[in-house]
């Protein structure tokens, strides 16, 4: 079955960098677009950043640009987001997720916890 | 691209029914059959629940349904379970590449 897995979250200071990988399987990672988005505490859903499955644009919600990166390795079947000069704001639980055939958001990983505190 | 505003919480009872509705700033749900709704559970992954409006995924229980009337999605569930008592989430899709979510919905079920 369809697996997305996310690792690499964890307490951070300000203006330091992290890098979130969500690992796939069950699927052929290549042909789907993949999503980050994320729910800071006591907050809802956040959409973050997407990367098309056939196109090598990738897209940011205005908070974030300038700072993340969002990559893939489609031999690894790996999704990443290189996360640059955080901020006490980027403190959420980050899920990757897969972007559906019917302009939905089918798949969801259980989300990483990133804490961007001194 | 489209704010999205839901309720901050809704509750009912098991056995009745409730509605979530989901509104946008513009003519994305209007002009769009894709809205789609998500559950989740605190701790737990999210989950889709509702995709272009109306269509459940695989496995999902026929008590929920959605529809849409004008710039307005909304997601009903009836026979309301102790199980379905979850966060809610709407999300529209337009022409624009960005993604955006409702501001979520806590649903209690008394």
């Known amino acids: 079955q369809v697996q997305l897995v996310e690792s690499g979250g964890g307490v951070v200071q300000p203006g330091r960098s992290l890098r979130l990988s969500c690992a796939s399987s069950g699927f052929d990672f290549s042909k789907f677009g993949m999503h980050w988005v994320r729910q800071a505490p006591g907050k809802g859903l956040e959409w973050v950043s997407f990367f098309p499955s056939e196109e090598m644009n990738t897209y940011y919600v205005d908070s974030v640009k300038g700072r993340f990166t969002v990559s893939r390795d489609n031999s690894k079947n790996t999704l990443y987001l290189e996360m640059n000069n955080l901020r006490a704001e980027d403190t959420a639980v980050y899920y990757c997720?897969?972007?559906?055939?019917?302009?939905?958001?089918?798949?969801w990983g259980q989300g990483t916890l990133v804490t961007v505190s001194s | 691209q489209s704010a999205l505003t839901q309720p901050a919480s809704v509750s009912g009872s098991p056995g009745q029914s409730i509605t979530i509705s989901c509104t946008g700033t513009?003519?994305?749900?209007?002009?769009?059959?894709?809205v789609s709704w998500y559950q989740h559970h605190p701790g737990k992954a999210p989950k889709l629940i509702m995709y272009e409006v109306t269509n459940r995924p695989s496995g999902v229980p026929n008590r929920f349904s959605g529809s849409k009337s004008g710039n307005t999605a909304s997601l009903t569930i009836s026979g309301l379970q102790a199980e379905d008592e979850a966060d809610y989430y709407c999300?529209?899709?337009?022409?624009?590449?960005?993604?955006?979510f409702g501001g979520g919905t806590k649903l209690t079920v008394l």
């Open positions: 999300s529209s899709k337009g022409r624009s590449i960005i993604r955006v």
């Open positions: 997720a897969r972007d559906g055939p019917h302009r939905d958001v089918d798949c």
């Open positions: 513009n003519s994305d749900i209007i002009n769009y059959n894709y």
